[in-house]
């Protein structure tokens, strides 16, 4: 089985969660076990840096879709930042970026998850 790597750095208010390697059908279930066990709290505003990601099939879509979900009922927020072209594009394709928000840099989407406008107690 495939594994994806990660890492996480908490900032103030946001954590960002770094993804590498390929997220697909055989992946998906260790990126969502990921950011379900790094969560600190339901509210929390969540970056994923997906540069070092190199796929994004549809089950990976699927995840980050439901945890966009799972963080606006709480809250919360869920932006990726720095999709290498092929997954921008794939996500184009899926209409997923008017779903999800997408920043070029990983810094332009802490400051907008910090900038949001979400409830303060969001910024744990």
Known sequence: MREL????????????????????????????RYLQASRRAPHEHLVIDLSDAQLLGSAGLRVLLNTHAFARQHGGSLRLAAPHPKLASMMRITCAHTVLSVHDSVEQAVLAALQSGEPAAAQV
């Open 5 to 32: 790597t990660f890492a996480t750095q908490r900032l103030p208010g946001v954590s960002v969660i770094s993804v590498a390697g390929e997220i697909d059908a055989a992946t998906a279930g260790q990126l969502d």
